[in-house]
């Protein structure tokens, strides 16, 4: 059975475009992508853990995966990181659920200078999560997606009214117009990590804007498997 990478992904309806954290074909080996049902944008983009039943699905849909082949866990939302260790401990394959598990390594990479993180909510990313990567809350900065009208309908609302479709060339420009608005807020930060899996598409494009570094879910991957 050739390795293939999991990949645990929230129940959303809105589209997962080529580099997507949730577009296997995003990925550098095969992958399968197994949705976590009733684990909704809003039940994980949120400040603390999720629900205890949805953890438990979590670490279900992840032990089937490796009971498939898997090599590798992942997921699709950065926010995980809060259950990143007591998923990891309980699979006998790497796990890296977040772009935020990179801080420690990116920090070091950089001298010790600040990170920035582009998240897709920075008022639901507490200082908890910050800390589960291993990361001292003192030495992020963080910016935001809530606010952008676009990124917010997409990715943030409830399944229901998430849009089905959305202009890639739009969402770049929000995006990027957050990675600015850091930086200018921010000039002192090294590199950007991106806690969002519907953020790498735009990576290249945030260097381009920023002239830092941008690290993402997918190069977390590709690290951790060794390929």
Known sequence: MSPFIGILSLDTRFPRISGDAGNPESYHLPARIRV?????????????????????????????????????????CGFLITVQREIAVSLPVPVVLSALCLLPMVRQMVGGRPVGVLTASASALGAGAIRAAGTSPEDVRIGGLQDSALFSGTFLALKDAQHAAFDPDEMQAEVCGAAEALLARSPDIAAIVLECGNLPPY?????????????????????????
């Open 36 to 76: 976590v049902p009733g684990a909704g944008s809003p039940d994980i983009v949120r400040d603390g853990r999720p629900a205890p039943e949805l953890v438990a699905a979590f670490k279900s849909a992840a032990e089937n995966l490796v009971s498939e082949g898997a090599c590798l866990i992942t997921s699709t």
């Open 203 to 227: 990576a290249e494009a945030i260097r381009r804007v920023t002239g830092r570094p941008v690290f993402s879910i997918l190069d977390a991957a590709k690290l951790v498997s060794g390929t």
